[in-house]
């Protein structure tokens, strides 16, 4: 009891002199004593759930910019720069990029030169797509993905999964991406020198629909960078370090990664941070209206 009382004295004594020092009212000083957390710090807790929220449903692939977007559509009001600060404190990293692992896709097959040259801005839908392929590993074996990619929007516009990597699988992809978009002009398709690329009927279905070839140089990923980046942005929300059961399973997640996230919600700086479905119904609205 005794020791108690000093106690209890000793820290009435505290809050008084805490008191004359900050110059408050001694009933503000127990009430800022008795608070777990600042108002501040309740609202950074409420705000990190829906940070989590988007940066899941990116899968990973968000940084704060994005995040901070996300957030303003929801009807949030923060800067960017507190939100870089929140993921910052909560471990929550854009995860970008992946060590490329070349598929073995036999001879080179050099049918056409360079023609794209890099030019990864065009100003209207159809006037360039570029194509390339990769592999999901499942207990059942690989199963391999092709895809076309619209330069103008980087919509996704063809793709083809199979458990064999050959011309069938790229000829799929570009008839999906022929059979949705319908050019009215010719088109320029860019790719790596695959040989699945070289083949005789690709090439006759090339022509046949008005598509123009065009192959990176040989070992310059650079020259296919658009691809390279959906590729990474796959790899890191859809195959890193997960290996599916079935190639049914992966179908299922590759379908919901392009068609529900990629096409329809992840944002790109080429087209100004929003989406490319948004991107493209923007510019059709725009034509319409001049």
Request: net charge positive; aromatic share 12%.
């Amino acid at each position: 009891m005794k020791y108690a009382f000093i106690r209890d004295h000793q820290r009435e004594f505290s809050v008084a002199a805490m008191s004359r020092v900050l110059k408050i009212h001694r009933s503000g000083f127990y009430a800022w004593l008795n608070q777990p957390s600042s108002a501040r710090a309740i609202e950074d807790e409420r705000l990190l759930k829906l940070i989590r929220e988007f940066y899941i449903a990116s899968g990973a692939t968000y940084g704060s910019p994005w995040i901070h977007r996300d957030l303003l559509e929801a009807g949030e009001s923060c800067s960017v720069h507190r939100v870089a600060k929140i993921m910052r404190r909560s471990g929550l990293r854009a995860q970008i990029g992946y060590q490329r692992r070349y598929i073995k896709n036999g001879k080179p097959s050099r049918i056409a030169d360079n023609v794209l040259e890099r030019a990864f801005a065009p100003t209207r839908p159809n006037t360039a797509w570029v194509s390339d392929i990769t592999y999901v590993r499942t207990y059942e074996g690989f199963l391999y993905l092709a895809t076309v990619i619209d330069l103008f929007s980087r919509r996704v516009v063809g793709w083809s999964m199979d458990k064999n990597i050959d011309k069938h699988l790229v000829i799929n992809a570009l008839l999906m991406a022929v059979y949705q978009r319908r050019p009215k002009q010719q088109v320029l398709v860019h790719s790596d020198q695959g040989s699945q690329y070289g083949s005789a009927d690709y090439l006759a279905f090339m022509k046949e629909n008005n598509l123009k070839p065009s192959m990176s140089r040989r070992g310059n990923c650079h020259d296919n960078a658009v691809a390279e980046s959906f590729f990474a942005t796959f790899k890191t929300r859809v195959t890193k370090k997960k290996i599916y059961d079935t190639r049914d399973e992966a179908r299922s997640e590759i379908f919901n990664f392009i068609e529900m996230f990629y096409n329809s919600k992840k944002r790109h700086s080429h087209t100004d941070g929003v989406s490319p479905a948004q991107f493209e119904n923007a510019w059709f609205t725009k034509q319409i209206t001049v």
